[in-house]
């Protein structure tokens, strides 16, 4: 996606571009980033969202009911 693109969407969407810009160009946000790229795949996060539930790792989207299964067994698994 170029970088028109994103100021187009950006723009349109009320954000303001030029502090955008500023934040796209800031050191900071790409050591953020790393500190968070490199745990994650440590892991096996491959992308947004992961969740990790209990000890198990969940890729993508989960809806509301496949979540709360998941924290169910998670408890479970701890009173066992």
Do not use: C
């Amino acid at each position: 996606m170029s970088s028109e693109i994103i100021f187009t969407v950006a723009k349109e969407s009320g954000l303001d571009v030029e502090k955008l810009k500023e934040d796209m160009a800031d050191d900071s946000i790409e050591k953020i980033m790393h500190a968070n790229i490199v745990p994650a795949g440590e892991i096996g996060a491959r992308g947004t969202p992961a969740f990790v539930i209990g000890e198990q790792m969940f890729g993508g989207a989960m809806k509301y009911e496949q979540m709360q299964q998941a924290v169910d067994d998670a408890r479970q698994k701890k009173t066992k």
